[in-house]
């Protein structure tokens, strides 16, 4: 195990993508075993320093962010301990690099659905995080696919949770924790990452999942995998009026919702079942257009899908979405569409380019990233994009919308160019959160609370919820050491 002292040693664990500023630490550890997790938080908790756990550092919420106390960095307990073909299951340590996983599922001929932008983070993180991304449209996120955990509490005791094993928690010294769940209900939205997670008759796993580090800290984790997926169409197709785009997705859901409750598989050749259905106003294609030349001009905004496919029905498949795609007037001439490899990493090179794009724009005029991350649920959610264009086209801002259309839940990314518009996108963000919590949704889908959203948080849960979920902290983490400051304030 290595430890660390000296600022210059620990200065790269003090940040994360979110650029949040004034980060600390005293003291950064390097562990390569459960056992090494133990003894730092052991002696940690007995001097109740605070903890916090670091992956690849590539949140936008500020969650890797220390302020004061140890730093654990999960880099080197970094092996994939087994892949089983038959089984579909893989074992993995927390510092697994996503993009390492998937081409060693991939290479077993198997698949691992969640598929968040960043693959450069770390399997931990994304568990952490409950991570999803644009394939959550028809395989969900994080959660769906999480099997077993091994997680390190603030005492150093350990538990090895197993989805659909005993509900009563106990850990390897056999203690039993008594655990009362918060009482709230979740929103009824398809993406959801703001507080704890919390049903009746829950399975226990499911509360670390989507815990942010504030509970304990995962060093194994258990996988379930599909079958690798034998081929893809793939379309960025372009709308020159909203409406025909809006209605294009409704046409679109309405038949994946319908042919998923009826238990048909993506691959029968009448049915139209994308795992992805991105988003891409008018502005975003502008915006790209300076990398991406070829994108047609006048178009109000595009969609891009993509649906697994086999050698038998490719050709149906191709033939059911151009049917859909002429009904509903899309510049089809203009659009784009891919069923090999070559073409379509191109597409998910456009779709993936926008967010650097605007990470380079804020960069540039040296201002932090100001998007959203909110969801609300399917009735809403014409409504909600309206006030997004509405209050952001009043506002004289620079902004792209762009994301998970497929789950309700959009990206707008406002694009400050100095102090003062900065300060005015920061109203409008807080506004944009108090319209979703009014519409039931949610004000974080897939990027979680961290630190920066804490007080939004406390906006959507309110006090008597909040206390329920400090309760559940305390119970695993009496003396708050463990992601201090995550979900709740810098106290707890």
């Known amino acids: 195990m290595l430890t660390k002292t000296q600022s210059a040693e620990i200065q790269n664990y003090l940040t994360d993508a979110s650029n949040m500023r004034g980060g600390f630490a005293e003291k950064l550890f390097i562990p390569e075993t459960t056992e090494e997790v133990k003894a730092i938080v052991q002696e940690a908790n007995e001097s109740a320093i605070p903890v916090t756990v670091s992956g690849a550092r590539t949140g936008t919420v500020g969650g890797a962010v220390p302020f004061g106390g140890w730093v654990i960095s999960m880099e080197r307990m970094n092996k994939i301990k087994r892949i089983d073909r038959e089984a579909r299951r893989a074992v993995v340590e927390p510092g697994v690099i996503l993009r390492d996983f998937q081409n060693a599922v991939d290479a077993e001929a198997l698949f691992y659905p969640p598929d968040p932008t960043e693959w450069s983070c770390q399997i931990g993180g994304t568990v952490a995080t409950n991570a999803s991304g644009s394939r959550s449209f028809k395989y969900g996120a994080t959660r769906k696919y999480v099997e077993r955990l091994k997680v390190v509490l603030a005492d150093g005791d350990v538990l090895n949770v197993v989805r659909g094993g005993e509900k009563d928690l106990k850990t390897e010294t056999g203690r039993v924790i008594d655990l009362k769940l918060p009482s709230y209900s979740r929103p009824d939205v398809r993406k959801n990452v703001s507080g704890y997670y919390a049903v009746p008759e829950m ?268 309760e559940v902290k305390c119970t695993f983490d009496p003396k708050g050491i463990l992601g201090r400051g995550n979900m709740f304030s810098m106290g707890v």
Request: glycine letters at 8%.
């Open 203 to 470: 399975d226990p796993i499911d509360l670390f999942i989507g815990s942010e580090g504030t509970l304990g800290v995962i060093t194994e984790i258990e996988l379930s995998l599909l079958p690798k997926v034998k081929g893809y169409f793939s379309g960025i197709v372009f709308f020159k009026k909203e409406s025909e785009l809006l209605a294009f997705v409704d046409e679109v859901k309405g038949i994946s919702f319908a042919a998923r409750k009826s238990g048909l598989a993506a691959g029968d050749a009448t049915v139209i079942d994308p795992s992805l259905l991105e988003y891409f106003d008018d502005r975003s294609l502008r915006f790209i257009s300076e990398k991406f030349p070829d994108v047609p001009v006048g178009m109000a905004g595009a969609i891009f899908f993509e649906q697994e496919t086999t050698a038998d029905d490719e050709d149906a498949v191709f033939e059911a979405w151009n049917e859909l795609l002429e009904k509903l007037n899309a510049a089809v001439d203009e659009s784009w569409f891919a069923t090999n490899d070559q073409d379509r990493e191109k597409m998910r090179e456009f779709r993936h380019a926008l967010p650097v794009a605007v990470n380079e724009f804020i960069a540039r005029h040296q201002q932090r990233k100001i998007g959203t991350d909110m969801a609300v649920p399917d009735e809403k959610f014409p409504g909600f994009l309206k006030f997004y264009k509405d209050i952001l086209n009043g506002s004289g801002l620079d902004y792209v919308i762009f994301g998970h259309i497929g789950d309700c839940h959009l990206h707008a990314n406002l694009l400050p160019k100095n102090d003062e518009e900065a300060e005015a996108a920061r109203h409008i963000y807080g506004r944009c959160i108090a319209q979703a919590v009014t519409l039931g949704g949610v004000v974080s889908a897939e990027h979680g609370i961290g630190k920066l959203k804490a007080k939004y948080l406390n906006v959507m849960m309110g006090e008597r919820y909040i206390n329920e979920m400090v």
